[in-house]
């Protein structure tokens, strides 16, 4: 029973940590609460389907169609909308608010479009349902590929972000945008990267729930929700952070739906987020 | 003459239903709430610019407190009895977020009212065993519309009172730099929560006035996120920080959506998205600043 709730939360908790990095760069490099990111996801596991059932493209494959899409309109998106904003508010606290109300407006914008081409069915497919055999327990070996995916994307960033140059500069405007310049690092090049890496994220995250999860186009506020708890708990730009509270989450779902109720899910998520904003608003690993 | 000009409109809005069809005085009563809900929105939000997403927690509180206790009370004694509960929801949530700000305070609201939602929808299916309630209460539309509109009447003659005021001076404070108002001597914690308290009650009380209008009550129904969502921009549009703002953004927003949501419904989610963006970037000060930035213009170029 134990090893069952721990192996389960494990495979669920490694999307939202994939998820939640993805919002967390985007605010800590690019200083954009995407309140969007939800419906971001969505797009892409919609789109995981579509390629899924009318090419009929391996999710495997249509993964790496999808990232690198996802990029392509993060960094569009950054370019067209967020960019004048940033501009705008120039040193004032008023970029916070801005953003925030823009990417309600694409959060509604995201959905209706979803709802006119994809319409408010529920949607999911059938790949690879068997189960494995993992201590004793039967996972989903869609769930299993889902959690190999996070583990490598997670994994690849932390060492991107940790070991090269490249990295270095993010983590720097992350720290401290307005000293950056002073070593010639271009702010807008880096804020654009890391905005389009977190929606490349999103992408990938909203594309492996694709594989085994059912979910209709009013479903992105709930992804949203989950990520910014996660990236709370974590601890805001905080990448180890949001990766353990991340996983941490995923256990706590599965040990209230299973020991509790599966009705309190949502509100214990809740609650541990509203907990966690009142006591310790700088995250569980944040300083201070 | 100015002076007079809200009391002769208050005059013509109070007698308009003996004139309008029945559908008509319901367009009426949605209208006049949106600018209850806007207006109390912007009593707290305007000056001190934190964006609450909560305000739906405490309208669909207002018409839940209504349904459980409408057939065991008498009437006024609910309406005073949800303005109560409303008002020490909201003393609880503003001591409890006070030092948070920015997009924190965003997001906590926002969770406030999905928490609240998730709560009572558990509460329901297991404890009382029923998911839906009715409200049978003898209040006729008329009613609820010279409620409602009093209700605005009030708001709105409360947000002009704050306005002349001292408070009105601190929000304005603690809207442009909290830091400044602290050193000025502004007691912080005690005005954002005058405001935000007083704002909560309106807005739970609103919810009490028109639940009798749904006569049947869920709490995917009356805590429907949108209702926050649409209370946010049309506050925004009209501009926030001005007396008349949430009322002017509210009234041509509310017939618009009325008109999408039965001609266009699935489009309507795209509408409103590009109106939120369109306000961000067009108009961030509302419609009310950007009409005096262009008559200043215009001003300028004809002398």
């Known amino acids: 029973m134990l090893t069952t709730t721990l192996i389960l939360?494990?495979?669920?908790?490694?999307?939202?940590?994939?998820?939640?990095?993805?919002?967390?760069?985007?605010?800590?490099?690019s200083r954009i609460m995407n309140l969007a990111y939800g419906e971001m996801t969505l797009a892409a596991a919609f789109v995981l389907v579509a390629l899924f059932?009318?090419?009929?493209?391996?999710?495997?494959?249509?993964?790496?169609?999808?990232?690198?899409?996802?990029?392509?309109?993060?960094?569009m998106l950054y370019a067209v909308m967020m960019r004048p904003l940033v501009a705008r508010a120039g040193t004032s606290g008023r970029l916070e608010v801005d953003s925030i109300l823009a990417t309600f407006g694409l959060l509604f914008l995201i959905q209706g479009l979803l709802l006119l081409v994809f319409g408010a069915n529920?949607?999911?497919?059938?790949y690879l349902t068997h189960g494995v055999n993992i201590l004793g327990v039967p996972v989903a070996l869609n769930r299993l590929i889902a959690f190999g995916i996070c583990l490598v994307a997670g994994g690849a960033l932390v060492i991107a972000l940790t070991r090269t140059r490249w990295g270095l500069a993010l983590r720097a405007v992350a720290q401290t945008p307005n000293s950056a310049p002073l070593v010639g690092i271009d702010v807008n090049r880096v804020a654009r990267q890391g905005f389009a890496l977190g929606t490349a994220?999103?992408?990938?995250?909203?594309a492996s729930i694709a594989t085994?999860?059912?979910?209709?186009?009013?479903?992105?506020?709930?992804?949203?929700?989950?990520?910014?708890?996660?990236?709370?708990?974590?601890g805001v730009g905080n990448v180890a952070g949001a990766l353990i509270a991340g996983l941490a989450l995923?256990?706590?779902e599965t040990f209230v739906a299973t020991a509790?109720?599966?009705?309190?899910?949502?509100?214990?998520?809740?609650?541990?987020?509203?907990?966690?904003?009142?006591w310790r608003p700088q995250g569980l690993f944040g300083r201070g | 003459m100015r002076r007079y000009l809200p009391i002769v409109g208050f005059l013509v809005f109070a007698a308009a239903p003996f004139a309008v069809s029945d559908y008509g005085l319901g367009l009426l009563i949605g209208a006049v709430t949106y600018v209850t809900l806007a207006s109390a929105w912007a009593l707290f939000s305007g000056h001190t610019r934190y964006i609450s997403l909560a305000t739906v927690a405490f309208y669909g509180t207002g018409a839940y407190v209504v349904a459980v206790l409408n057939e065991t009370l008498p009437y006024g004694l609910v309406l005073i009895i949800a303005a109560l509960i409303g008002a020490l929801m909201a003393l609880l949530v503003g001591l409890s977020t006070l030092r948070l700000a920015g997009v924190y305070f965003v997001i906590f609201t926002f969770g406030l009212a999905e928490l609240v939602r998730q709560l009572i929808t558990w509460y329901e299916v297991n404890v009382t065993g029923t998911l839906g309630r009715y409200i049978f209460l003898d209040v006729t539309a008329r009613e609820i519309y010279w409620q409602m509109l009093a209700l605005?009447?009030?708001?709105?003659?409360?947000?002009?009172?704050?306005?002349?005021?001292?408070?009105?001076?601190?929000?304005?404070?603690?809207?442009?730099?909290?830091?400044?108002?602290?050193?000025?001597?502004?007691?912080?914690?005690?005005?954002k929560l005058l405001a935000f308290v007083a704002s909560a009650t309106i807005l739970t009380l609103a919810g009490a006035i028109a639940s009798p209008r749904w006569v049947y009550v869920e709490p995917a129904i009356v805590f429907n996120s949108t209702v926050s969502f649409l209370t946010v921009i049309m506050a925004l549009l009209g501009g926030a920080n001005r007396l008349w703002g949430p009322a002017l953004g509210a009234v041509p927003l509310f017939f618009a959506f009325e008109y999408l949501s039965v001609n266009l419904p699935n489009t309507y989610p795209i509408v409103l998205g590009l109106l939120f963006i369109a306000v961000v970037f067009v108009l961030p000060d509302g419609v009310l600043a950007g009409i005096e930035k262009l008559r200043a213009r215009w001003k300028r170029g004809a002398a």
Do not use: N
């Open chain 1, 212 to 234: 085994y999860q059912t979910f209709s186009a009013t479903d992105g506020v709930i992804f949203t929700m989950k990520a910014l708890v996660i990236v709370i708990m974590g």
């Open chain 1, 201 to 206: 994220l999103a992408a990938v995250g909203g």
């Open chain 2, 152 to 191: 605005a009447a009030v708001t709105i003659g409360l947000t002009a009172f704050i306005h002349r005021h001292r408070l009105g001076l601190a929000l304005r404070v603690i809207g442009d730099d909290e830091v400044v108002a602290a050193h000025a001597g502004i007691p912080l914690a005690r005005t």
């Open chain 1, 250 to 252: 995923g256990l706590i």
């Open chain 1, 53 to 75: 059932q009318g090419l009929g493209l391996p999710p495997l494959i249509g993964l790496l169609v999808i990232a690198p899409a996802g990029y392509a309109v993060g960094w």
């Open chain 1, 122 to 126: 529920f949607t999911s497919i059938s």
């Open chain 1, 260 to 278: 509790i109720d599966p009705g309190l899910t949502l509100a214990a998520t809740f609650t541990i987020f509203l907990a966690v904003l009142l």
């Open chain 1, 9 to 29: 939360g494990l495979v669920l908790g490694g999307t939202y940590a994939l998820l939640a990095l993805g919002l967390t760069l985007q605010y800590g490099i």
